[in-house]
């Protein structure tokens, strides 16, 4: 059975920063594209920040400087490291897991990140 958890969201004031995790288990990483999502009240989910097919990291440019992708292949780990936090950044924030070679994909309940004063 295939679960990502996420973990590390919370209420933080502007400037702050974050970390959060994405513990998964029941796929192997190099088999699924990697990424990060969020999704504001009222607004459509997106993605955030992902890896490419050949390891790559990328961020939106909305959180570029700010925001940083990274994983841990041999603890199934993915980890969002958000400094510099703005209102702005206020949302649910989901791993997501899609499948380079097949449809399989796989979504975590998300957690809540509240940027304010």
């Known amino acids: 059975q295939v679960r990502l958890v996420e973990s590390g969201g919370g209420l933080v004031q502007p400037g702050g920063s974050l970390t959060l995790s994405c513990a998964a288990s029941?796929?192997?990483?190099?088999?699924?594209?990697l990424s990060w999502y969020r999704q504001a009240p009222g607004k459509l989910r997106h993605m955030v920040a992902r890896?490419?097919?050949?390891?790559?990291?990328h961020v939106i440019d909305a959180v570029k400087g700010r925001f940083a992708i990274s994983k841990d292949n041999a603890q199934n780990t993915i980890t969002l490291q958000m400094n510099n936090l703005i209102p702005e950044d206020t949302a649910v924030y989901y791993c997501?897991?899609?499948?380079?070679?097949?449809?399989?994909?796989?979504w975590g309940q998300g957690t809540q990140v509240t940027v304010s004063s």
């Open positions: 997501y897991a899609l499948k380079i070679h097949g449809i399989d994909d796989y």
């Open positions: 890896f490419f097919a050949d390891g790559t990291p």
């Open positions: 029941g796929i192997i990483f190099d088999d699924y594209y």
